[in-house]
């Protein structure tokens, strides 16, 4: 079963504004990475917050995270059209010993 | 700096045959991992190499196996390939052992491997 699961499965808005996405999960993390990936090829890595962490930015993206709750949220601002493309969160930590990847939000921005 | 590159880019096999793709890590790094993603869904955990040895391996038949040469590259072996085994494979590499828990994972372009 998956460790991430990403909410919403597919977000359309228009070109300026902002997006949220978020992540929940199950288990106990070490840290939660979120990745944006164009159609058929590679990911791209955006952004890692450990858990001892609570609020990260890079440019216009900003990524929470509760523990207590066991979720991370990803908000881009100002969105444009180059955004679109998909978002995963994957999470590690030590029992698991790997980064266990949710299915993902399609985000759409239009132009 | 080179990121992480894959080989090929596009593979066509029928159901049976044996593929092996490659996977050159970004410099500095000593991991790598390799996933699987089929269409519509995330990236699934294969295994991961460290020190040329398979380190942690997820929910994958012995048909899938590796290797990590000394220069950190590393290869993936599918044999028997089934019409199911059709999907982009990725590569990943990061630092040290827990690579993937504490440091960031850069991952390649990928291989799509379409099986007939």
């Known amino acids: 079963s998956q460790q991430g699961e990403e909410d919403p499965q597919a977000l359309s808005i228009q070109e300026g504004e902002n997006a949220t996405m978020n992540c929940s999960y199950k288990?106990?993390?070490?840290?939660l990475q979120w990745y944006r990936q164009n159609s058929g090829r590679g990911l791209v890595h955006l952004i890692l917050?450990?858990?001892?962490?609570r609020e990260k930015h890079s440019g216009r993206l900003r990524v929470t995270l509760d523990t207590s709750k066991k979720s991370s949220s990803l908000l881009i601002t100002a969105s444009r059209a180059a955004d679109t493309a998909s978002y995963f969160c994957?999470?590690?930590?030590?029992?698991?010993?790997?980064?266990?990847f949710g299915d993902g939000t399609t985000l759409t921005v239009k132009p | 700096d080179a990121g992480v590159t894959q080989s090929p880019t596009h593979l066509i096999k029928t159901r049976g045959q044996q593929v092996t793709l490659r996977c050159s890590p970004k410099?500095?790094?000593?991991?790598v991992s390799w996933y699987q993603q089929a269409l519509g869904q995330g990236p699934q955990f294969i295994f991961q190499?460290?020190?040329?040895?398979?380190?942690q391996r997820g929910n994958f038949p012995d048909r899938f196996s590796g290797h990590q040469f000394p220069n950190y590259s590393s290869e993936l072996n599918v044999n028997a390939l089934l019409l199911g085994d059709s999907a982009l494979y990725l590569c990943?590499?990061?630092?040290?052992?827990?690579?993937?828990?504490?440091?960031?994972?850069?991952f390649g372009p990928g291989t799509r491997l379409t099986v007939l």
């Open positions: 990943a590499s990061s630092t040290g052992l827990a690579g993937a828990l504490q440091s960031e994972q850069f």
């Open positions: 190499y460290y020190e040329e040895e398979e380190r």
């Open positions: 410099s500095g790094h000593d991991t």
């Open positions: 994957a999470t590690g930590s030590t029992n698991a010993g790997k980064s266990t």
């Open positions: 288990t106990s993390i070490n840290n």
């Open positions: 917050i450990r858990s001892n962490e």
